[in-house]
């Protein structure tokens, strides 16, 4: 599995490391009650398809990534810096 | 029929031709008592202990595939009792005791080894959390055995102990623990439930499941509706997507988990070996080959195989350990699905729909579980309350703090 870091180029997954699913960039406010952390820090859609996450490229640029990939194929969609895709989506 | 000696040989004399099928093939029927989604190790225990201790024999296994077509034919067939944490610890000791009656429970050779399983350490740290783990194993009523580095030289002759990176200190010795016959305990608990007038349904995939008014009716299958006022979900491995069908998230995440089988060789590895520093352990079946694995590939799949790295660091680590496999030739290696919660323990508990129960997240620690794993789901489903040895396994734990860390490293997707 290789994964193109937009900084770097196409890199063997061995210099990322897997942080989990998306939703992580959805911090709760810090007052908002349990439920939403418990929502934000352990349930999980945990879809078997396309499915969004944080990986971290460890020994490269050092840039969080959100990928974009297939967990039923392996298939890397897209990759896209956490910090552009977030201005992307705030855009729209 | 029930199995003997006596019927091999009676049968060997008359050319095998009297075997009979070893369970029905029955068509689903319109209603059900209880209906259990999942015909793998744990589904198929569940439904066995709600027919034998329960009485429950108005009862289905709904399988989308064939009975034991998941994770218990692709596990690497370790039984162990060696955990340290109340809640844990009281479990895996009951389901070792069945485990050891499983045999003459079943009539059924599931081929339950208990050859002993050796954890290794390398530092004087690692001793004496393994010394204090050793404690709790006897604590519990189980075994253990804290070996030294000639201790464990008497054993394990063949290791490398010029390791200067982890060098071996010694290793804490499980005489109970050992292996089984993975798909032989699905097939067992099969013929032993069928017996008991369960209905093992296969091909049937759960497509839906009713709920009304915050209660559980049934569920929809390619083979037609089926009623029922209790379900259990038991389908480690997909039950993100079984529990969503009742509107339900779990706190699992999915991951992929490679395991390893060498050519058969003449008995060389007599014990189960675990080399945790190097994420690494060994044993080999009873038909030769070395069965190996590691550590999770790390990132979530469904895939039921994983990426180079992970073969890569498997086998260097197998190699730092014992040079001696190098010219064994690999056969075969596969992938198996693991339900991964944030702190690495399972859970089997009532869900917020009525009716509706849940036995997931076995992490990658569910072969050992199957028997106790199934008699708490079916203790659950028929009483409503938990089993007094599973009662920690809660849903909610993660919401209210009551985590069950075994590794003690958080309580976050990505740190088991």
């Known amino acids: 599995m290789r994964l193109t870091c937009p900084l770097c180029g196409p890199r063997d997954r061995r210099e990322f490391y897997y942080y989990g699913a998306a939703v992580y960039l959805d911090r709760p406010a810090a007052d908002a009650p349990p439920e939403a952390w418990d929502e934000y820090l352990h349930l999980r859609d945990n879809p078997a398809g396309v499915t969004q996450d944080l990986w971290y490229h460890e020994q490269g640029c050092g840039s969080w990534l959100k990928v974009t990939r297939n967990t039923v194929t392996h298939e890397i969609l897209a990759v896209d810096a956490v910090s552009a895709a977030d201005a992307a989506e705030e855009a729209r | ?416």
């Not at chain 2, 189960?272 to 070395?290: C, E, N, T, W």
Request: proline residues 4%; charged residues 20%.
């Open chain 2, 1 to 416: 029929m029930r199995y003997s000696g006596w019927k091999v040989l009676a049968q060997g004399l008359r050319g095998n031709t009297g075997w009979a099928p070893a369970w029905r093939d029955p068509a689903p029927k319109a209603a059900y008592d209880a209906v259990i989604i999942g015909g793998g190790g744990h589904g198929l225990a569940t439904a066995y202990y709600l027919a034998k201790n329960h009485g429950l024999t108005n009862i289905a296994v709904l399988e989308k595939g064939y009975l034991g077509s998941g994770n218990i034919g692709r596990n690497t067939t370790i039984v162990r009792a060696n955990y340290f944490l109340p809640g844990n610890s009281e479990f895996y000791s009951h389901s070792l005791k069945l485990w050891e009656g499983l045999e003459a429970e079943l009539n059924y050779n599931v081929m339950h080894s208990q050859r002993g399983l050796i954890n290794l350490f390398h530092s004087d740290g690692q001793r004496d959390a393994f010394a204090r783990r050793g404690n709790a194993m006897i604590n519990q009523g189980d075994d253990a055995v804290l070996l030294d580095r000639e201790g464990v030289r008497e054993l394990l002759p063949y290791l490398d102990y010029d390791n200067t990176r982890f060098p071996i200190y010694g290793g804490l010795l499980h005489p109970r623990g050992g292996t089984a016959r993975h798909d032989a305990v699905a097939w067992g608990y099969a013929r032993a439930a069928d017996r008991r007038g369960v209905d093992l349904i296969q091909n049937c995939e759960v497509t839906g499941i009713d709920v009304v008014d915050g209660r559980v009716t049934g569920v929809q299958t390619t083979r037609g509706a089926i009623r029922a006022r209790k379900v259990g979900m038991v389908v480690a491995g997909r039950s993100s997507q079984v529990a969503a069908m009742a509107g339900l998230r779990l706190p699992i995440e999915s991951h992929v988990l490679q395991a390893f089988v060498t050519e058969g060789l003449k008995p060389v590895i007599d014990h189960v070996i675990s080399f945790g520093m190097g994420h690494f352990y060994i044993s080999q079946s009873d038909k030769g080959g070395l069965v190996f694995g590691g550590d999770l590939d790390f990132y979530a799949s469904y895939a039921a195989r994983g990426n180079l790295p992970m073969v890569e660091h498997v086998m260097e680590a197998g190699m730092t350990l014992m040079p001696m496999i190098g010219r064994a030739r690999v056969l075969r290696s596969w992938g198996g699905i693991m339900d991964m919660t944030p702190d690495g323990s399972p859970i089997i508990d009532r869900t917020p729909v009525a009716g509706l129960f849940v036995d997931a997240g076995w992490n990658y620690g569910g072969f050992k579980a199957v028997p106790a794993s199934g008699w708490c789901m079916a203790h659950l489903m028929a009483t409503g309350e938990s089993h007094p040895v599973a009662a920690r396994f809660r849903l909610d734990r993660f919401a209210t703090g009551h985590l069950l860390d075994e590794e003690g490293t958080g309580s976050q997707h990505n740190l088991h």
